[in-house]
């Protein structure tokens, strides 16, 4: 099989922030034709693959993209239209050889992954493939529907709140089957909504499509979660609808601390009250629960929190392949977020992937704060059958187009994919 590309062309679009981000589309000779668009993160990790912004103020605030549509149009179109290519993974070769830098900063990793999502979709198009089957063969593995983790309550960088805890998700790990975990969370979040708004606080979303309350204490939305859990009809915990956790503490540390509900807590003060949480509160995983620059705070995160639960990294290793070995061996976390959009192209991500299945580490797929309707991320969860996702609210466009990949995945293959990951 080759890749030829025959068209490439980006162009500026709204993400669902209305901030700008790109689509691009590409086409082969053979008539294939695909489109891929880009999502944006807003709490970052510092390592992460540089998106491209234009910086002229008086346009978007400084956040167009044209510069990087300019390079998709112009100098990568230049080097890859009327090509022939052996795989998309070559593409991606292509694309970090003529950007150069490391961390994709000179065409932008917003340009570059735009068009490695694109050759990935075109490949699989070619071979007469779903996307999942596809990423399924690249990566080895049995695929497999995700547990989507659904983030009902919106925090931190987020949300205009003082809820400094990002976000609070429904994990339906005990659902039977992909429709039973989307019937749960949309149940569960109506109740929750009900539940808010008879307690007089505003049902407005956060950028996830989660609820964004006037809570401060992370304690008092998790009783909330649970009583609605609980409302619903469901049972509360790994049997039924458990709970995950991303405090995303990077956006609270300051100076040394991390600031949570008005108290300065060191390191191993916020792991005791982590410990607390899991011992009240059926939180099953825990991501970013410390700051990315301390990795000691790490080591005894995981050996704490780790026979216990799921701690998972997210701007701490930003799905790069070798910050995730660095993790491995110095036993940082046990799991790992993955953001195809962190490292900038697909075939880096599948490495990343690799690197965490060989070390024991589960991985879960994840969508941005700033997202399209583009639905890679429920094909790529699928196809490295890692068994979790996150895509944000049982509500919202952007968030739910994931969700209902995943049910259309699911009515397409009758059944015939396990659900679930394995938590005990
Ligand atoms: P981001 O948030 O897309 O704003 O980085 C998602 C996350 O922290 O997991
Ligand atoms: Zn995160």
């Keep these: 099989m080759t890749l030829r590309i025959s068209h490439l062309h980006a162009v500026e679009i709204l993400d669902s922030r209305a901030r700008p981000t790109l689509a691009v589309t590409l086409a082969t000779p053979e008539g294939v034709q695909v489109r891929a668009a880009v999502p944006a993160g807003a709490s970052t990790g510092s390592r992460e693959a540089v998106e491209s912004r234009d910086r002229e103020r008086d346009r978007y605030q400084g956040q167009g993209v044209l510069r990087a549509v300019g390079h998709v149009n112009g100098e990568i179109a230049r080097e890859l239209v009327g090509r022939s290519f052996p795989t998309a993974a ?46 399924a063969e690249l990566s080895g593995t049995a695929p497999r529907l995700p547990v989507p983790h659904f983030n009902v309550v919106n925090g931190g960088a987020h949300a205009a709140n003082a809820l400094d805890f990002q976000e609070f998700m429904l994990a339906p790990l005990g659902a039977p089957s992909m429709a039973e975990a989307v019937r749960a969370a949309s149940e569960v979040y109506t109740r929750l909504k009900a539940r808010l708004a008879a307690a007089g606080h505003t049902v407005s979303l956060g950028d996830e499509g989660g609820f964004a309350p006037a809570l401060e204490r992370p304690e008092e939305v998790l009783g909330e979660l649970v009583a609605a859990i609980e409302d619903a009809g469901y049972t ?14 990077n956006e609270f540390r300051a100076d040394g601390h991390y600031r949570v509900a008005g108290a300065e807590l060191s390191s191993d003060q916020l792991i005791d009250r982590y410990e607390e949480i899991i011992d009240r509160f059926p939180v099953w995983s825990v991501e970013d629960g410390l700051a990315e620059d301390d990795w000691e705070g790490w080591s005894r995160l995981t050996a704490r929190l780790g026979p216990r639960a799921q701690v998972m990294g997210d701007d701490i290793f930003v799905t790069n392949p070798a910050i995730l070995r660095r993790a491995v061996e110095s036993g940082i976390g046990n799991a790992a977020l993955i953001k195809v959009n962190q490292i900038g192209t697909v075939s880096q991500t599948l490495e990343a992937v690799r690197v965490c299945r060989e070390a024991g580490y589960r991985q879960m797929v994840s969508h941005r704060s700033g997202e399209t309707d583009d639905t890679f991320i429920a094909d790529l969860a699928v196809g490295i059958g890692c068994g979790q996702i996150k895509s944000g609210a049982p509500a919202r466009g952007e968030r739910v187009a994931k969700y209902n990949r995943l049910l259309e995945i699911d009515d397409a293959t009758a059944d015939s994919l396990p659900y679930g990951v394995a938590v005990r």
Aim: hydrophobic share 50%.
């Design 90 to 135: 070559a593409v991606d070769a292509e694309l970090i050889a003529l950007d150069g830098t490391e961390n994709k900063t000179r065409l932008g990793a917003n340009a570059i992954v735009g068009v490695s999502l694109a050759a990935t979709r075109a490949e699989a198009a070619q071979r007469g493939q779903q996307l999942w089957q596809f990423l």
């Design 236 to 249: 509360p915990g790994r049997d039924g609808v458990a709970i995950a956790l991303d405090p995303a503490a």
